[in-house]
């Protein structure tokens, strides 16, 4: 029989190991929940991923088949373009036997673009249109129908535009920008090379296949021109915006440069027409991305024009980027603010004109995406009244202070009225009114002898200028050799002592001559002034 110790030790251990058994157990439930979560977990993950593929083979399909149906439509319509341009190239045949001279005569803006278009005189063209800068609105309306007069407009835009792009080749390179009037000719390019089919219209420009080639040789040029100069990103706007124009205008966009054209497409996203020529470009699957990463640079401005245009306002919320913007915005003008509050005004002027255009671009986008339900204008528009109404105060607190030194409006000069002669505009500056003639005198200048021990010290006598400063810029030159005076100029004349009387009588408005010369300390003598005044 079991003493009662040995069975105490049993109870003990078969206690333990009931004990280890249930902490086993528990942990084996514990590892089947962790796994039963992480297959819980990729079971979700696969269903989305299934869902997205679902939604993509969906969405290709439907682009497969709306592609496989503008195949079928354009096949079926290239009988009657064929026969439309024809058509067109008949009634530019019967237009051309008009007398050019007649049509070169006729006055305005379309009758001198379609008159060179007829012509076909490219060269005439760009340079009309560079000389009308400031008629850009009506360049813009009355090109394109001008350009369906050219018999080969493609070829004539190619050839308008190859003096400046995709390399400047003028010789002198005056006005230095003229990329402007390549984006304006491409652009209206667009619509004179349309199918003539109003169902396609620019979907299938109609460009020759040699055009076709040169234009794809154009883009190239340029963008190995781009990259030596470092990169699309350093090139000026207005060339960036030529070179995605001049590919969209002629539908030369590659696959392999879509990276390209998103680069340029973001780094000049300010640009009006960037959003519509990145779809243009091919660049609709990547509008997401590109707004995304426009948020992240804080252009929540430019991030809401692409999300209108490629259709993803609900996806991109507009009010919560336009209220981000100007945020944003007002912390980049406060600390400028700041800064500038140390140094000149001018940094604080450039703030408070930058925060103008910031609430006059938000409120035209407000306007032109008709938001004004979710975001009124009276606040912006009471903070722009007092932008203005600040920068109009501090304009005339800086007029003010301007014209605070000046004791007034300079006197009228008056004659004297002995016919003296008049004054200098600037004699009321003068100490004790002191006036010398506005004309110079060509007579002989006479040197006071009282400067006699001067000229006896100096190697050069009297070896500078004659006449004191007061006689702006108009003393005669250095004398290096003394003056011999004649007898009558030094009569009756004692060394050391003040005149009796002036030399000559001036009159009352030319006082100051005849008292000791208080108005020249320079101990010379009114014999000068009398030379000087002289008229003979």
Not at 209 to 215: D, L, N, S, V
Request: a neutral charge.
């Amino acid at each position: 029989m079991a003493s009662p110790a040995a069975e105490g030790d049993a109870v003990s251990a078969g206690f333990a190991e009931l004990e280890r058994q249930q902490q086993l157990l528990a942990s084996c439930t514990r590892l089947y929940k962790q796994l039963e979560e992480h297959f819980a977990s990729l079971e979700r993950g696969l269903a989305a991923r299934s869902d997205s593929l679902r939604h993509k083979r969906r969405a290709a399909e439907a682009r497969a088949s709306a592609a496989m149906d503008s195949l079928r439509r354009r096949e079926a319509s290239i009988d009657g373009s064929v026969s439309r341009a024809l058509d067109h190239l008949d009634d530019l045949a019967s237009a051309s036997s008009v007398p050019s001279d007649a049509a070169a005569a006729a006055e305005g803006v379309a009758e001198s673009l379609r008159a060179m278009c007829a012509r076909m005189d490219s060269a005439g063209f760009f340079g009309f249109v560079v000389a009308r800068r400031k008629e850009v609105d009506a360049l813009r309306a009355e090109m394109p129908p001008a350009l369906k007069c050219c018999v080969d407009p493609a070829k004539f835009v190619m050839d308008a535009v190859a003096d400046v792009f995709p390399v400047d080749r003028r010789e002198a390179k005056n006005p230095t920008d003229l990329a402007w009037a390549c984006v304006l000719i491409l652009e209206a390019a667009v619509p004179a090379l349309a199918d003539p089919d109003p169902e396609i219209g620019a979907a299938r420009p109609l460009v020759p296949r040699a055009a076709r080639e040169r234009a794809r040789g154009m883009a190239r040029e340029w963008k190995e021109a781009a990259e030596r100069k470092g990169g699309v990103e350093w090139t000026k706007p207005p060339d960036a915006h030529a070179f995605l124009q001049h590919v969209a205008t002629f539908a030369v966009a590659e696959r392999e440069d879509r990276g390209i054209y998103r680069r340029i497409v973001v780094s000049f996203s300010w640009r009006r027409q960037m959003p519509r020529l990145a779809l243009t470009l091919g660049l609709e699957e990547d509008m997401a991305d590109i707004i995304e990463e426009l948020i992240a640079k804080g252009q929540q401005l430019d991030a809401v024009n692409f999300a209108y245009e490629a259709g993803l306002q609900e996806k991109f919320p507009p009010v919560p980027l336009l209220k981000s913007y100007l945020a944003d915005s007002k912390k980049t003008s406060c600390t400028v603010s700041d800064n500038s509050s140390t140094s000149s005004g001018q940094s604080g002027s450039n703030a408070n004109k930058k925060e103008q255009s910031v609430l006059r671009a938000v409120i035209k986008c407000i306007e032109d995406r008709k938001l004004e339900a979710e975001f009124p204008l009276e606040d912006l528009q009471r903070q722009l009244e007092e932008l203005e109404k600040a920068k109009t105060e501090k304009k005339k607190a800086t007029s003010s202070a301007s014209s605070g030194g000046s004791s007034g409006p300079a006197t009228k000069r008056i004659r004297a009225s002995n016919g003296g002669p008049m004054p200098p505009a600037k004699a009321g500056r003068l100490t004790n009114n002191a006036c010398v003639s506005s004309t110079p005198a060509a007579t002989t200048f006479v040197r006071s002898p009282s400067h006699t021990s001067y000229a006896m010290a100096s190697p050069y006598p009297y070896d500078r200028p004659v006449g004191h400063g007061l006689y702006c810029n108009q003393s005669p030159p250095a004398i290096r050799e003394p003056y011999v005076y004649p007898a009558k100029e030094v009569t009756n004349f004692a060394p050391g002592l003040p005149y009796s009387s002036p030399p000559i009588s001036y009159p009352h408005a030319y006082g100051g001559y005849n008292n000791g010369m208080g108005a020249y300390n320079n101990g010379m003598a009114p014999a000068f002034h009398q030379a000087y005044y002289r008229q003979d």
